[in-house]
T-cell receptor, first 117, second 116 residues
């Protein structure tokens, strides 16, 4: 497909488990973003990659959250020792442009709904 | 600090009514970009429009129109003759220019319900 894809679409984890969420951006897109969307709220920025470089991780809520994009394409968001407050939809977005340059719209994936029980 | 406020949490209208969704933003930057996204029940955010801070021309696209006013820091969105398919959560977002700040700053969204 031509869009951003994310997997799994739904994930239920027991408190304390580790989870890994995958994002496949649109081919050739340089920029990749992760957002967290709590129920009834707008998405909140977590981290930004330019190719394989993680240029901004200021939004990661704790050191339990870790993201990587080793080959500048697929990205994985990992959450260690999940807590109930981690329950949210995790959205991935990609953009053909650079963060600081002429701006392009971000194309969003369908999200992964994480429920921590 | 940058902030986007969507004061209307939920709006309910009857089909064919016009509806305006409000968006007020805060930033001290002179160059920035404003966006509207639609999030239907399926969850995927759908891009609707982008405006840059130097272009205050209003825009119309079919039943959709946007009113950007820098003097009041507002970027309001109007749907004319609403349809049931317009039911969704609508987000206004702000992006700054330059540096590594490529992320979007979203409002909390307005849930629009259009009833037949």
């Amino acid at each position: 497909g031509a869009g951003v894809s994310q997997s799994p679409r739904y994930k239920v984890a027991k408190r304390g488990q580790d989870v890994a969420l995958r994002c496949d951006p649109i081919s050739g897109h340089v920029s990749l973003f992760w957002y967290q969307q709590a129920l009834g709220q707008g998405p909140e920025f977590l981290t930004y990659f330019q190719n394989e470089a993680q240029l901004d991780k200021s939004g990661l809520p704790s050191d339990r959250f870790f993201a990587e994009r080793p080959e500048g394409s697929v990205s994985t968001l990992k959450i260690q020792r999940t807590q109930q407050e981690d329950s949210a939809v995790y959205l991935c977005a990609s953009s053909p442009g650079l963060a600081g340059g002429p701006t392009y719209e971000q194309y969003f994936g369908p999200g992964t709904r994480l429920t921590v029980t | 600090a940058q902030k986007v406020t969507q004061a209307q949490t939920e709006i309910s209208v009857v089909e064919k009514e016009d509806v305006t969704l409000d968006c007020v933003y805060e930033t001290r930057d002179t160059t920035y970009y404003l966006f509207w996204y639609k999030q239907p029940p399926s969850g995927e955010l759908v891009f609707l429009i982008r405006r840059n801070s130097f272009d205050e021309q209003n825009e119309i696209s079919g039943r959709y129109s946007w009113n950007f006013q820098k003097s009041t820091s507002s970027f309001n969105f109007t749907i004319t003759a609403s349809q049931v398919v317009d039911s969704a959560v609508y987000f206004c977002a702000l992006k700054l220019h330059g540096g590594s700040q490529g992320n979007l700053i979203f409002g909390k969204g307005t849930k629009l319900s259009v009833k037949p």
